[in-house]
């Protein structure tokens, strides 16, 4: 869904600094969903999104999507993790769904200096776009860690906003908040990740949302009315 004229509020930047992004400023019943990571690869998943046009955006780390090293422990155990590698990214980007950047490794981007946080975070924009054929434009850091020199490093790598989210999905599609109402709110950016049963459990929260009268927004469009990108 794309948002009305005037609908969004303008999220302030003055250029100068990268704007931090944990939700949309709208009063309409919208959220947005995103997806991190990259492991479990399961082709339902990407069935559902190309099927029934369900707007997400993912942010991959080359670990993940290329199965080096061992899967985020919660989780669990996989049938798909790294099954299509690129391949499955892009079919995702095939079926409508942005790229962006979720560093090469997935550090704690505040054990790091300056230069190597650049070197994560403008490695896996480059990657992402030699695989993809496009270039990130928003930056999601592991655990939501984040610093100053992050800022200056993802804005460096050609990164417009550092994105963040309200509340996590688990596995089941159970919503865990970051709020203490424990309810959706309109601009709720929810994060999921490419976990096992991923069809299964999305197929769980689409329905959900839905159920309590939300729709699912286009989260580019929404961020280019809120930060009044030009374009
Ligand atoms: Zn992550």
Same mark, same amino acid.
């Given at each position: 869904?794309?948002?009305?004229?005037?609908? +969004?509020?303008?999220?302030?930047?003055?250029?100068?600094?990268?704007?931090?992004?944990?939700? $949309?400023?709208?009063?309409?019943?919208?959220?947005?969903?995103?997806?991190?990571?990259?492991?479990?690869?399961?082709?339902?998943?990407?069935? #559902?999104?190309?099927?029934?046009? $369900?707007? /997400?955006?993912?942010? +991959?780390?080359?670990?993940?999507?290329?199965?080096?090293?061992?899967?985020?422990?919660?989780?669990?155990?996989?049938?798909?993790?790294?099954?299509?590698?690129?391949?499955?990214?892009? #079919?995702?980007?095939?079926?409508?769904?942005?790229?962006?950047?979720?560093?090469?490794?997935?550090?704690?981007?505040?054990?790091?200096?300056?230069?190597? #946080?650049?070197?994560? /975070?403008?490695?896996?924009?480059?990657?992402? &776009?030699?695989?993809?054929?496009?270039?990130?434009?928003?930056?999601?850091?592991?655990?939501?860690?984040?610093?100053?020199?992050?800022?200056?490093?993802?804005?460096?790598?050609?990164?417009?906003?550092?994105?963040?989210?309200?509340?996590?999905?688990?596995?089941?599609?159970? $919503?865990?908040? #970051?709020?203490?109402?424990? &309810?959706?709110?309109?601009?709720?950016?929810?994060?999921?990740?490419?976990?096992?049963?991923?069809?299964?459990?999305?197929?769980?929260?689409?329905?959900?949302?839905?159920?309590?009268?939300?729709?699912?927004?286009?989260?580019?469009?929404?961020?280019?009315?809120?930060?009044? &990108?030009?374009?």
């Amino acid at each position: 869904m794309l948002p009305r004229p005037g609908e +969004v509020k303008e999220i302030p930047s003055d250029g100068s600094v990268l704007p931090v992004i944990s939700s $949309i400023p709208t009063r309409r019943k919208v959220v947005f969903l995103t997806i991190d990571d990259g492991w479990e690869q399961d082709p339902g998943f990407v069935r #559902q999104v190309r099927e029934q046009r $369900i707007p /997400i955006t993912a942010f +991959v780390t080359r670990d993940a999507v290329e199965a080096l090293g061992a899967p985020d422990p919660a989780g669990g155990e996989g049938k798909y993790v790294g099954r299509g590698k690129w391949g499955y990214v892009r #079919q995702l980007r095939e079926a409508g769904v942005p790229i962006e950047n979720h560093t090469l490794t997935h550090p704690n981007l505040r054990t790091l200096g300056y230069t190597a #946080q650049k070197a994560e /975070i403008c490695g896996s924009s480059k990657l992402i &776009r030699k695989h993809i054929g496009a270039r990130p434009t928003l930056f999601r850091p592991p655990f939501g860690n984040y610093g100053a020199d992050t800022l200056r490093a993802a804005k460096a790598c050609g990164i417009e906003a550092l994105l963040l989210w309200t509340a996590t999905v688990q596995p089941g599609g159970k $919503i865990a908040y #970051q709020v203490p109402d424990k &309810r959706l709110r309109p601009g709720d950016i929810l994060l999921l990740h490419f976990r096992p049963n991923l069809a299964r459990d999305f197929a769980i929260l689409v329905a959900k949302i839905r159920r309590r009268g939300y729709e699912l927004g286009n989260l580019d469009a929404y961020l280019k009315a809120a930060l009044r &990108r030009a374009k």
